[in-house]
C-alpha cells in the first residue's frame, strides 16, 4: 500500500495500460474500441498528464522545443498512428526516471543530515566550580570541557590532561588511534579511548574541524551542477527541424509542383512526421543505460545515474585513498625481529601476554598472529597512553610500546634496519630491547592489478592520498607501482588535492571510504565509495558504490561503461539512420504508412533487442527497477545531481 500511495502515477497508469491491453487483443467483446480508448487515454493521462504541464511551463519560460514537447509530440503521434500502447509507454518510463530522480534528491539530502548527526549535541563544561552539560554551540572559546572515555570530543580544543588517545577515524580515515600530550590540538569528532580528559576549548562550534567536513560535502554538492541533458540538446535540433520540414512539406511544393494536391502532400507531411516520432530512440537508449547499471550491480557495482556511466568512460585522473580503499583497513603483523639473543617464540609471546590487556588495534594484530597459543600470565600491567603497555611475566619487568616508552625508560634499541611501511613495536624485559615486532596494513590481494587494469583502459594518472605518514605511503606506493602519493593529509588537505586536479580539462575521480572522504567524493566529477567497509556518508555521497570493497571492480565498472556506450551510440546512429532513409522516401512519395511503422516501431523493437546485450554481456541475472527505488538498505539511486531515464538520453 506504501508503494501504491507513493508512486500512485506509475501503479495506475501500468494497471489502466494492461486493462487497455487485454480488451484490445485478448477480450472480444462488440465495440471494443469504445473500451479500450478509453482505458489508453486515462492510463495515458496519469503519466503524461505532468509531462504536458511541465511543457507548457517551459513555453512560458520561451523555451518551445523542451525534452517535455518532445515527449509529448512523440507520444501524440503514436496515439494519431493508433499505437496507444507505446504513446503510454513512452511517458510510462519518463514518469519513472522522475520518480527515482526525486527519492535520489531526498537520499542525499539525508545524507547531510546524517551528517550533521555526527557532531556530538551535549558537552560537560567547568562553569563555577561544577560541571554543567550544555549544548556545544553555548561553549565559548576558552571554557574547559570534560569528555568521558568512549564519547565523542564536542569542540576543538587544547588538551590539559598530560596524555590521551583519540581515535580520529571519522576525520583522518585512519584507524590506528592518535596520541596526544598536554598542549596538543584535539578535534571534534574524534573519540575518547581510554581515560577522562579535560579540554581547553579553542574554536566555536561552527568553526570545528567536522563544520569543515560539513561545509565541504554542501559547497562540492552545489559545485556538482547537472549536466546539459543529452535529450534537451537533442531537441533543440531535432524537433524544430522536422516540424518545419513536414510544414514545409505540406506548403513548398506549391510553389514549384503544377498539379499541387495539398491532400496529398499533407499525406506525406503525416507521413514524415510519423517517421520522425522518436519513441525508438526514447525508449531504446534508457534501456541501454538500465542495461549497464543493471549489469553493474549484479557485479557488484551500483550506480547512481546514467550519467555516471558516461563519467566513468572519461575519466582520466583517478586519485585513491589509501586505508580501506588499496589496503584492508585491519593491521597485521609483517615481521618479528629479536634481538640481543632472544628467539622469535619468546618475544611473540611476552608481547602477547600484555597486550591480552588491551583493545588497540595493534593489540588484535599480536594476539591473531599467536593463533590461539598459550602465553605466560602477565601481572601489574599498566596501559601507558600514547606509548603502550608495562608489566611483569614471571620474575621480569616487560615493556610493550613505542619508542618512547623505552627511551623513557633508558632501554638502549636495536636498529633492525627495515624500511618497510610498518609500525614498530618494540619489546623490553628487565631494561633490556629483546625484539621488534613490525605491523602493517595489509595490500588488497587485488589491488596491484586493478591499479594496471586502469591503465590498460585509458586512466592516464594514478595518485593515492593518505592520512598516514609520507614514508609509509611512499612505500605501499612503491609496491603498488603508483606514481603519486601524498601522505599526512587530513580532509581539507585531500580536498584541496582533487580541487587542484578538477581545474583541468579531463574527467577526474575519486574512490575513498571513510567519512573524511565524504566531502572529496562529492566533489570530484566521479565519486567512488567502498561499501563494505566505508562509511554511510561515503556512501551516500558518492556516485558510485563498490559494494564488495574490491579495487578490481573499478576498471569492470569501466568496461561496462564503455560497452553501454558503445551499445547507446549504435542504437542512436541505427534509429537515425532508418528515419532519415524513410523520410526521405516519403518526401518524394515512395514511402507509406507501412514503412512509417517499421521506421518507428520496428526501429524501436531492434534498438531495444540491441540494449539488452549490455547486460547480456556482464550479468546472468535479470535487472528490475528495484534497482533504481530500491529500500532504505539499498544504495542505488542515490545521488546529489541525478538523471531520470530519459533526461539522461
Not at 591473531?368 to 599498566?382: S, Y
Not at 580539462?505 to 566505508?534: C, K, Q, S, Y
Amino acid at each position: 500500500m506504501e508503494f501504491i500511495k507513493k508512486y500512485y502515477e506509475v501503479f495506475w497508469s501500468a494497471i489502466f495500460l494492461m486493462v487497455a491491453l487485454a480488451v484490445q487483443y485478448w477480450i472480444i467483446i462488440p465495440g471494443s474500441e469504445y473500451v479500450f480508448l478509453p482505458l489508453y487515454l486515462i492510463s495515458y493521462l496519469f503519466v503524461g498528464g505532468p509531462v504536458w504541464i511541465k511543457a507548457f511551463k517551459s513555453i512560458r519560460k520561451g523555451t518551445i522545443f523542451s525534452e517535455f514537447m518532445l515527449m509529448g509530440i512523440a507520444t501524440v503521434g503514436a496515439f494519431i498512428l493508433g499505437e496507444y500502447a507505446e504513446g503510454v509507454a513512452v511517458m510510462l518510463f519518463y514518469m519513472i526516471g522522475e520518480y527515482a530522480q526525486g527519492n535520489a534528491v531526498r537520499k542525499a539530502r539525508h545524507s547531510i543530515e546524517s551528517l550533521i548527526n555526527q557532531q556530538p549535541d551535549v558537552a560537560t563544561v567547568e562553569r563555577n566550580g561544577e560541571s554543567q552539560e550544555v549544548h556545544p554551540s553555548k561553549v565559548e572559546p576558552g571554557e574547559i570541557i570534560q569528555v568521558k572515555p568512549g564519547a565523542k570530543v564536542p569542540l576543538d580544543g587544547e588538551l590539559l590532561t598530560k596524555r590521551a588517545s583519540f581515535n580520529t577515524a571519522a576525520l583522518t580515515g585512519e584507524s590506528k588511534p592518535m596520541s596526544r600530550n598536554a598542549g596538543e590540538e584535539v578535534w571534534a569528532g574524534s573519540v575518547n579511548e581510554l581515560i577522562p580528559v579535560r579540554i581547553k576549548v579553542t574554536k566555536g562550534y561552527e568553526d570545528s574541524r567536522l563544520s569543515d567536513i560539513l561545509n565541504m560535502v554542501q559547497e562540492a554538492s552545489q559545485r556538482k551542477a547537472p549536466t546539459q541533458r543529452f535529450m534537451t540538446r537533442f531537441a533543440k535540433v531535432y524537433t524544430p527541424i522536422v516540424v518545419w520540414l513536414a510544414i514545409a512539406l505540406t506548403f513548398l511544393p506549391w510553389l514549384f509542383v503544377e498539379a499541387y494536391v495539398f491532400e496529398e502532400w499533407f499525406y506525406r507531411a503525416l507521413i514524415f512526421l510519423v517517421v520522425s516520432c522518436p519513441c525508438g530512440l526514447v525508449i531504446s537508449i534508457p534501456l541501454g543505460y538500465f542495461g549497464g547499471i543493471g549489469a553493474a550491480s549484479q557485479n557488484g557495482i551500483l550506480l547512481k545515474g546514467s550519467d555516471y556511466l558516461d563519467q566513468l568512460r572519461k575519466m582520466k585522473t583517478l586519485f585513491l585513498d589509501k586505508t580501506g580503499t588499496l589496503t584492508e583497513g585491519v593491521f597485521e603483523v609483517q615481521e618479528i625481529h629479536p634481538a640481543n639473543g632472544h628467539d622469535t617464540s619468546h618475544v611473540l609471546k611476552l608481547a602477547a601476554s600484555l597486550e591480552h590487556h588491551s583493545s588497540h588495534p595493534v593489540a588484535k594484530a599480536i594476539l591473531q598472529f599467536t593463533n590461539g597459543q598459550q602465553t605466560p600470565e602477565a601481572n601489574d600491567i599498566q596501559e601507558i597512553p600514547g606509548r603502550g603497555l608495562k608489566g611483569t611475566v614471571g620474575q621480569e619487568e616487560v615493556l610493550v610500546g613505542n619508542r618512547k616508552l623505552l627511551e623513557e625508560h633508558g632501554v638502549s634499541l636495536s636498529e633492525i634496519g627495515n624500511n618497510k611501511p610498518s609500525a614498530f613495536v618494540y619489546i623490553a624485559t628487565d631494561g633490556i630491547h629483546i625484539g621488534t615486532i613490525l605491523i602493517s596494513d595489509k595490500i588488497k590481494t587485488d589491488a596491484a592489478h586493478a591499479l594496471q587494469e586502469l591503465r590498460d583502459l585509458g586512466i592516464s594518472e594514478l595518485i593515492m592520498l593518505s592520512g598516514d605518514n609520507q614514508q609509509t605511503t611512499d612505500a605501499i606506493a612503491q609496491q603498488l607501482g603508483i606514481d603519486k602519493a601524498f601522505g599526512g593529509l587530513l580532509p581539507d588537505g585531500k580536498y584541496e588535492r582533487v580541487k587542484q586536479a578538477l581545474q583541468s580539462n579531463h574527467v577526474v575521480g575519486f574512490v575513498g571510504d571513510g567519512l573524511n572522504d565524504a566531502p572529496v567524493i562529492t566533489l570530484a566529477d566521479i565519486g567512488i565509495a567502498m561499501g563494505g567497509i566505508g562509511s554511510d556518508a561515503a556512501i551516500e555521497t558518492a556516485d558510485v558504490v563498490i559494494q564488495t570493497d574490491e579495487p578490481s571492480k573499478i576498471p569492470q565498472a569501466i568496461r561496462i561503461a564503455k560497452f553501454t556506450h558503445k551499445i547507446v551510440w549504435q542504437n542512436i546512429g541505427f534509429a537515425l539512420g532508418i528515419k532519415v532513409l524513410v523520410m526521405a522516401l516519403a518526401a518524394v512519395g515512395l514511402a507509406t504508412m507501412w514503412e512509417a511503422i517499421f521506421a518507428d516501431v520496428g526501429v524501436a523493437l531492434i534498438a531495444i533487442a540491441n540494449a539488452i546485450r549490455v547486460q547480456k554481456k556482464f550479468s546472468n541475472d535479470q535487472f528490475t527497477l528495484r534497482s533504481f527505488f530500491g529500500s532504505e538498505k539499498e544504495i542505488t539511486t542515490v545521488n546529489n545531481n541525478p538523471k531520470s531515464c530519459c533526461e539522461v538520453c
